[in-house]
T-cell receptor
Framework: DQQVKQNSPSLSVQEGRISILNCDYTNSMFDYFLWYKKYPAEGPTFLISISSIKDKNEDGRFTVFLNKSAKHLSLHIVPSQPGDSAVYFC????????FGKGTRLHILP | GEEVAQTPKHLVRGEGQKAKLYCAPIKGHSYVFWYQQVLKNEFKFLISFQNENVFDETGMPKERFSAKCLPNSPCSLEIQATKLEDSAVYFCASADLSGNSPLHFGNGTRLTVT
């Protein structure tokens, strides 16, 4: 059974607008959450993380929100840029890191 | 080094042959992780090491798969008697701490079993 779920396989967003990627998890023992970005033929690149003691973490254009009661986190990218087109993986950790299946983000010109 | 280095980039093996993949973690990182990605879908955790010791091997298939991280050598993942379903991209990652620390990934080894 999947412990980390990304229910949208793909998302298209206009350049300059906000991209919102969502992720749900089932294991309440997870205490650290991460977002990774992946281009074809490359390994995932770490983007941003959040500890379970926080509900928001911001780094430049990227903000991660955590709602522990709903077991939900989201990644906001604003403004979206063409180079943001990639697959985004949500991940959660309780010692080993478990990944979701990814959401492919297309930034439209 | 500053990057996780995985070799080879591509590996083709006939069914039943052995496959061996290598990973050099970032210098100073104590933890090494192996993940298997099949058909661009989810990353399946295989095994992790803390230095040369197995930390968590709950994802490793019981048969045919083995892994090592020896001092002063790249880590390795070996698959004996490969099967078609072993075809995947195998990613190695390293981290300086366990748990609340991001993993830094290599670019993967694409294994094709024919």
């Amino acid at each position: 059974d999947q412990q980390v779920k990304q229910n949208s396989p793909s998302l298209s967003v206009q350049e300059g607008r906000i991209s919102i990627l969502n992720c749900d998890y089932t294991n309440s023992m997870f205490d650290y959450f991460l977002w990774y970005k992946k281009y074809p033929a490359e390994g995932p690149t770490f983007l941003i993380s959040i500890s379970s003691i926080k509900d928001k973490n911001e780094d430049g254009r990227f903000t991660v929100f955590l709602n522990k009661s709903a077991k939900h986190l989201s990644l906001h990218i604003v403004p979206s840029q063409p180079g943001d087109s990639a697959v985004y993986f949500c991940a959660a950790s309780d010692d080993k890191i478990i990944f979701g299946k990814g959401t492919r983000l297309h930034i439209l010109p | 080094g500053e990057e996780v280095a995985q070799t080879p980039k591509h590996l083709v093996r006939g069914e039943g042959q052995k496959a061996k993949l290598y990973c050099a973690p970032i210098k100073g990182h104590s933890y090494v992780f192996w993940y298997q990605q099949v058909l661009k879908n989810e990353f399946k955790f295989l095994i992790s090491f803390q230095n040369e010791n197995v930390f968590d091997e709950t994802g490793m298939p019981k048969e045919r798969f083995s892994a090592k991280c020896l001092p002063n050598s790249p880590c390795s993942l070996e698959i004996q008697a490969t099967k078609l379903e072993d075809s995947a991209v195998y990613f190695c990652a390293s981290a300086d701490l366990s748990g609340n620390s991001p993993l830094h990934f290599g670019n993967g080894t694409r294994l094709t079993v024919t």
